[in-house]
Each structure stands twice: as structure tokens, then as C-alpha cells.
């Protein structure tokens, strides 16, 4: 499909007679923040994000935070990350930093996620978002890799 140098785009949708509609990426983040907002997501009360600040029109900083899940080291804590949206979202995914200090296989010494190891971000498609991020990585929490490891004491940060 052709691109406008001013258009950004979101996710792709087929019409029923059969046309391709390529949404902005602003309408995008819009209805994200909108779904997040009113609570609607599938984990609604284990993940919640939003925007770091309300007057970004760009829409770039956001904030997500996870419940850890029950049966896990994670268990009982909240852990909090920064999702920088970048200007090609979501033709590719967030960045992604924890704010708390975790141990997870896919985290690095500094907060930052491996790529290579977040399935959300390895099998990334434009009709994803931050939503589906947060719910891979809790994913990552109970997987058996993850779901014992000690963690850091709570409260620390990067």
C-alpha cells in the first residue's frame, strides 16, 4: 500500500468488501488509552497503563504497572515500567523499561527487556498493543523459568 510521508499508521482492517483500511497511529493509541481508562482490558486488575503525562499530544511516554501473580515470587507486589511508543508504532512495538527492580529471564541488570525473549515482542503485528505487552510479560512471571526466582528487595528501583 501506498503512504502518505504524513499519514502514520496503526492497524490494518479488511473491510467487507474486501478494501484495507489503515488506521493513524494517534487513533490507535487513542482507543488504548480509552480501553485502559474505562478498565476494559483482558487483565484489567493485574495490568494497568496509561500516559505519563496527559498533555504528550504525541502520546510517547506511558507508564504500566503489573500485579505480580498469585503462587509466584512475584506474588503480592506491583511492578512498574516505563513504555516509550515509538513514532513507527505499531508497525513495531514499544520500548520497554521496568521502573521496579525484578528478576525475570528476560530483564536485563538495568530494567530493560530482551527482545529475543518477550514472545508479545518476538511475534509483534500492528494489530497489538501496550495491552498485550504487559500481559506477555506477566506471562513471563509464572512461566517455570520465572515463577521461583528471588527477588530483589521490595520497593527497589533501577
Known amino acids: 500500500l501506498p503512504q502518505h510521508p504524513l499519514i502514520e499508521i496503526q492497524k490494518m482492517q479488511r473491510l467487507p468488501s474486501g478494501e484495507v483500511v489503515i488506521t493513524p497511529r494517534n487513533f490507535k493509541l487513542l482507543e488504548e488509552l480509552e480501553k485502559s481508562e474505562k478498565g476494559q482490558g ?34 503480592n507486589r506491583i511492578y512498574n515500567l516505563k513504555v516509550t511508543i515509538p513514532e513507527d508504532y505499531p508497525v513495531v512495538p514499544p520500548q520497554v523499561k521496568f521502573v521496579t527492580k525484578i528478576n525475570l529471564n528476560c530483564v536485563d541488570s538495568n530494567g530493560n527487556i530482551d527482545k529475543s525473549r518477550v514472545r508479545a515482542i518476538r511475534s509483534w503485528d500492528r494489530n497489538m498493543g501496550i495491552e498485550q505487552l504487559l500481559i506477555s510479560l506477566r506471562a513471563e512471571m509464572i512461566s517455570k523459568d520465572n515463577y521461583r526466582l528471588r527477588q530483589p528487595e521490595e520497593g527497589a528501583h533501577y
Open 42 to 75: 483482558e487483565m484489567s486488575g493485574h495490568i494497568t497503563y496509561g500516559l505519563l503525562d496527559n498533555n504528550d499530544i504525541f502520546m510517547k511516554e506511558w507508564s504500566g504497572s503489573i500485579l505480580g501473580p498469585h503462587r509466584t515470587a512475584f506474588e
